[in-house]
């Protein structure tokens, strides 16, 4: 297992004293969580997303979803209380996280952003999440994300079609 230089992920992990395991795979451009959990011979409902979101009023917002899922933007914005939620564009994200696209962790966001996980997530014994860099995931306890990271969560997870 080839060590992976410190992200601002894996510093914060240190620095608040979580045990994570380091999954490293070849990056593929668009390939997601079906590359990543193939790679790693993972099930890809452990593998979560990190996605950058903004609200209608423009406010940014990070939605950490089950890789074989979708986010329904209709039950999240409901339950958040907001008009609409949209992804951002690749550029806002970046601006917004401080990591690139296909790297972006929830831990070290470079703006502090509400955190939103859906619930069923948490009931997972191990998930892999990005550990701040393409092709980078941590293993952790998804108990980190409610106790520590102090995402809220939500039900607004629907299945994903299948690609053609």
Same mark, same amino acid.
Request: with cysteine; aromatic share 6%; proline share 6%.
């Given at each position: ?15 608040? %004293?979580?045990?994570?395991? +380091? ?5 593929? +451009? ?23 979101? %903004?609200?209608? %009023? ?35 994200? %970046? ?22 996980? +859906? ?46």
């Amino acid at each position: 297992m080839t060590h992976v230089s410190a992200t601002p992920a894996t510093e914060w992990l240190k620095r608040h %004293q979580i045990i994570f395991t +380091e999954h490293v795979y070849d990056y593929v +451009e668009h390939g997601g969580t079906t590359e990543s959990s193939r790679q790693l011979g993972v099930d890809k409902h452990h593998v979560v997303k990190t996605l950058v979101m %903004q609200d209608d %009023q423009g406010k940014g917002l990070v939605v950490l979803m089950h890789g074989d899922c979708k986010v329904s933007t209709k039950n999240l914005a409901r339950q958040i209380i907001v008009k609409k939620i949209e992804p951002c564009t690749p550029e806002v994200a %970046q601006r917004n996280s401080g990591y690139m696209v296909g790297g972006t962790s929830p831990f070290g966001l470079r703006k502090p952003m509400p955190i939103y996980v +859906e619930r069923s997530v948490l009931a997972l014994s191990k998930i892999y999440i990005n550990g701040g860099r393409r092709g980078f995931l941590v293993g952790i306890d998804p108990q980190v994300l409610t106790e520590v990271l102090k995402a809220q969560p939500v039900d607004c997870a629907m299945p994903q079609t299948p690609n053609r």
